[in-house]
């Protein structure tokens, strides 16, 4: 199985959507997503794609309450909050342990427990890959394009690989 991570959205569906259609191209129909929607109307676009959404908030998601109210009406997305992977919350995707937060001091913290075998997150805006132990410690890079070149990664759980993909 492969599924997707992205981040950062910061309200650019035109790039969310490049990112969905390369999705579809691929057959990856879930996406672990790692923070910053910003604004509502972000989660219809997400909602409306029919994949499988597994998210927690950022710390642009300003407006939380309608965020969570949009997200309940698409059954595809599960919201999770602030992060995804204590010991009674962890995301299992095909057999991989899998711990999501915004924030890379908090991703640290959980790569550090041994408890997954990836640890997701966003915030700096930047890709980055390092094995920590047995744990692929990773941020897909922004969706947005602010800071850096657009980019999400793609997880093969078959053989534990992962790569970044680039948007234009």
């Not at 981040?7 to 969310?16: C, P």
């Not at 949009?70 to 997305?77: C, D, E, H, L, R």
């Not at 010991?87 to 999501?100: E, F, H, S």
């Amino acid at each position: 199985m492969e599924f997707a991570i992205i981040s950062d959205i910061h309200d650019r569906v035109d790039r969310l959507n490049q990112c969905l259609n390369i999705l579809t191209e691929r057959g990856i129909d879930t996406i672990v997503f790692c923070g910053d929607f910003c604004s509502p109307f972000v989660i219809k676009v997400l909602g409306e794609s029919g994949k499988t959404i597994h998210a927690v908030f950022g710390n642009n998601d300003g407006d939380r309450f309608h965020i969570l109210n949009q997200a309940q009406n698409y059954p595809n997305i599960r919201l999770y909050g602030e992060y995804i992977g204590d010991t009674d919350n962890i995301l299992t995707l095909d057999g991989v342990k899998i711990g999501v937060t915004h924030y890379p001091f908090y991703a640290q913290t959980m790569v550090k427990t041994g408890w997954y075998d990836a640890v997701f997150f966003g915030h700096t805006h930047k890709q980055h890959k390092q094995k920590y132990g047995k744990a692929l410690f990773m941020n897909p890079g922004e969706i947005a394009g602010v800071l850096n070149n657009p980019s999400f990664a793609i997880y093969d759980t078959v053989y534990q690989t992962s790569e970044f993909i680039e948007l234009e």
